[in-house]
């Protein structure tokens, strides 16, 4: 199983970019899928999840209403859609596969990481 996250970026406080994590190597739709965030010096926290069809999803309380987690199984991809962006959203984001019935939010659930994509909102 292979995960390649790409989309990341420099962009203005206030803008927006959009995630992808395009897989191989299995079929996505036996997965859950979450993306977190690693800033330097802190620990890797999830910031949304969703569940195998697509139907439901979580979200961390920082990004609740800004961010929108989104999958495509034919097309064995996921997405982050992410609005508004603030400085503080700044971080290494990575995409993850969990073979999970539920909605899985901690790191340790999760199998499968891609190498991560860097995005970087100036204030």
């Known amino acids: 199983v292979q995960l390649q996250a790409s989309g990341g970026g420099l962009v203005q406080a206030g803008g927006s970019l959009r995630l992808s994590c395009a897989t191989s190597?299995?079929?996505?739709?036996?997965?859950?899928m979450g993306w977190f965030r690693q800033a330097p010096g802190k620990e890797r926290d999830v910031v949304a999840a969703i569940g195998r069809s697509g139907g439901s999803a979580s979200y961390a309380d920082s990004v609740k209403g800004r961010f929108t987690i989104s999958r495509d199984n034919a097309k064995n991809t996921v997405y982050l859609q992410m609005n508004s962006l603030k400085p503080e959203d700044t971080a290494v984001y990575f995409c993850a596969a969990g073979r999970k019935y539920y909605i899985p939010t901690m790191t340790q659930d999760y199998e499968y990481w891609g190498q991560g994509t860097q995005v970087t909102v100036s204030s």
């Open positions: 190597g299995h079929t996505t739709s036996m997965y859950a």
